[in-house]
């Protein structure tokens, strides 16, 4: 089996990376390694580790989301303000 090259991966699939191989801790220290370097950012344990990367995914689900109901706002039936109005956001 091939090792993964995780200098070569981006922060978002670094996270991805991490999220399904949760034992490996080469790969999450290469992850942390990119963190750190973000400004603003501090680590101070594992679970805060995780929850950072969870959240960060959680957001960009949220602006899958978004785009997904302004195509269906799009289609004329029923505008984005409405969409989000009957879904509670």
């Given at each position: 089996?091939?090792?993964?090259?995780?200098?070569?991966m981006t922060k978002?699939?670094?996270?991805?990376?991490?999220?399904?191989?949760?034992?490996?801790?080469e790969a999450f220290?290469?992850?942390?390694?990119?963190?750190?370097?973000?400004?603003?950012?501090?680590?101070?344990?594992?679970?805060?580790?995780?929850?950072?990367?969870?959240?960060?995914?959680?957001?960009?689900?949220?602006?899958?989301?978004?785009?997904?109901?302004?195509?269906?706002?799009?289609?004329?039936?029923?505008?984005?303000?409405?969409?989000?109005?009957?879904?509670?956001?």
């Amino acid at each position: 089996m091939t090792k993964a090259n995780f200098q070569g991966m981006t922060k978002q699939e670094l996270r991805a990376y991490v999220l399904e191989h949760r034992d490996e801790q080469e790969a999450f220290y290469a992850l942390t390694n990119k963190l750190i370097e973000e400004p603003g950012i501090e680590i101070t344990s594992t679970e805060q580790m995780y929850e950072l990367i969870e959240a960060r995914l959680d957001e960009a689900d949220v602006r899958d989301a978004f785009t997904a109901l302004e195509e269906i706002a799009g289609l004329g039936t029923i505008t984005f303000e409405d969409i989000k109005m009957e879904l509670g956001i």
